[in-house]
């Protein structure tokens, strides 16, 4: 499948999993995750979650698109008091 790769694409699709992932959300959970490339190869993410009526939002940037996503995920935890 490598000669369908595209490498911006996965790795936009690969931060947006790790931060579902690290939520632990399943498709009734109410979070989302928007991640784009930025021209000098960063990953940029906008994620939510909401809990008891309140939205929880983090937006970072990085490198490596996995660890931006686990630490957007991790932030919004922690700031939702449901960090483990």
Request: charged letters at 25%; one cysteine or more; aromatic letters at 4%.
């Amino acid at each position: 499948l490598a000669s369908v790769d595209d490498e911006p694409t996965r790795r936009i699709v690969e931060c947006e999993r790790a931060f579902l992932q690290e939520l632990e959300a399943g498709c009734s959970f109410p979070a989302g995750a928007y991640a784009s490339a930025g021209g000098d190869g960063s990953i940029h993410l906008v994620a939510l979650a909401a809990w008891d009526g309140k939205i929880t939002r983090a937006s970072l940037t990085g490198d490596d698109g996995v660890i931006v996503g686990r630490v957007a995920a991790q932030e919004i935890l922690g700031r939702a008091g449901r960090a483990s």
